[in-house]
T-cell receptor, first 114, second 113 residues
Framework: TQLLEQSPQFLSIQEGENLTVYCNSSSVFSSLQWYRQEPGEGPVLLVTVVTGGEVKKLKRLTFQFGDARKDSSLHITAAQPGDTGLYLCAGVNAGGTSYGKLTFGQGTILTVHP | NAGVTQTPKFQVLKTGQSMTLQCAQDMNHEYMSWYRQDPGMGLRLIHYSVGAGITDQGEVPNGYNVSRSTTEDFPLRLLSAAPSQTSVYFC????????????FGPGTRLTVL
């Protein structure tokens, strides 16, 4: 089973600050997805990164896929209270019996205070 | 489109009871899956299906059964509930297996006493 270590587990910051969430693995993934989850709801896809070294931007959110496709980061610039939520990374397994299935990180609970 | 629907939203069971969590999607997706979410552990795959009549085990299948008689429906059965099955359960669907966007239902919060 491939593992995906996500850090930090909790992040509490003030509005306007920047932050970075990391996902790391010793395994190669064919792609990596980032989801955001609100309390009482299911996760919603933010972005998928596919190519090693790829960088995608979604307004104030910047997603990067590592060159070796083993790690990824999410950077939020000038965080706002509306960014509060649970952020999950999910690697798409590249081969073997787990091909195509998702391996989720543990999640990062982000709280942005006004 | 309703997307992915799950019922019930909340459920309390006693140890040893059985129940079925319902999941339906109206997007004609081939791939459906069940996850459980526990604090600090992300989402773990219980069972999945790549099409009607085809199911397979995920990472944590023990104590759960599934069937897929139609493209739309993918129920999850707890055979004999145990306190370790207290969790939030999510059903998800996607176009196919292999990295496509997964659409999640709103979840079922299950407590086993």
């Amino acid at each position: 089973t491939q593992l995906l270590e996500q850090s930090p587990q909790f992040l509490s910051i003030q509005e306007g600050e920047n932050l970075t969430v990391y996902c790391n693995s010793s395994s190669v993934f064919s792609s990596l997805q980032w989801y955001r989850q609100e309390p009482g709801e299911g996760p919603v896809l933010l972005v998928t990164v596919v190519t090693g070294g790829e960088v995608k931007k979604l307004k104030r959110l910047t997603f990067q896929f590592g060159d070796a496709r083993k790690d990824s980061s999410l950077h939020i610039t000038a965080a706002q209270p509306g960014d509060t939520g649970l952020y999950l990374c999910a690697g798409v397994n590249a081969g073997g019996t787990s091909y195509g299935k998702l391996t989720f990180g543990q999640g990062t609970i982000l709280t942005v205070h006004p | 489109n309703a997307g992915v629907t799950q019922t019930p939203k909340f459920q309390v069971l006693k140890t040893g009871q059985s129940m079925t969590l319902q999941c339906a999607q109206d997007m004609n997706h081939e791939y459906m899956s069940w996850y459980r979410q526990d604090p600090g552990m992300g989402l773990r795959l219980i069972h999945y299906s790549v099409g009607a009549g085809i199911t397979d085990q995920g990472e944590v299948p023990n104590g759960y059964n599934v069937s897929r008689s139609t493209t739309e429906d993918f129920p999850l059965r707890l055979l004999s509930a145990a306190p370790s099955q207290t969790s939030v359960y999510f059903c998800a669907s996607s176009y196919s297996i292999g990295g496509h966007e997964q659409f999640f239902g709103p979840g079922t919060r299950l407590t086993v006493l």
